[in-house]
């Protein structure tokens, strides 16, 4: 019997792309649209980020370390450092915590529960959601910078 944790978990990056095209919807509409690019851009370059290291670094998963039972549906059980959801949750948070969105201690909050829901399926150790957190963070620190940085060379 699959749970509704594990249908969540199998489908989080669509929910991702459902909840960031209605973010972005609202956004487009508003005078701020570089909040929904740098939404995009930062989940895009964590999420590549993430995967090169995870092809780079091979790392078993807790649940074929510990042999266990996989709580998700099927994984690459060799891809467990560091944690691409965990990244581009986090990124998605930062970006709107940079541009002070209304909601954005809430999306923090949806941030570390998707990390956390990662260590207790087994599909991560807690390291993997922590380095995937910096990832994010990071990754969307820079991409905000650059902005902030081309757009003031274009208006001089």
Do not use: C
């Not at 092809?55 to 039972?69: D, I, K, N, S």
């Amino acid at each position: 019997m699959i749970s509704l944790y594990q249908i969540v978990g199998l489908f989080f990056g669509e929910i991702l792309l459902i909840v960031l095209y209605f973010v972005g919807l609202k956004t487009l509409f508003l005078p701020h649209k570089r909040t929904f690019i740098e939404l995009f851009f930062s989940g895009l370059v964590a999420w590549t980020g993430v995967s090169i290291i995870k092809y780079l670094f091979p790392v078993a998963r807790p649940f074929q370390a510990l042999g266990t039972e996989l709580l998700t549906l099927p994984v690459n059980p060799y891809a467990s450092f560091p944690s691409g959801h965990a990244a581009v949750a986090f990124a998605i948070a930062t970006t709107l915590w940079l541009h002070n969105y209304t909601n954005r201690k809430v999306w923090f909050g949806v941030a570390v529960l998707v990390a956390v829901g990662r260590v207790l399926l087994f599909v991560h150790y807690p390291i993997d959601v922590i380095v995937g957190a910096l990832i994010g963070m990071l990754t969307s620190s820079v991409i905000y910078a650059l902005y902030v940085q081309f757009s003031y060379h274009k208006s001089i």
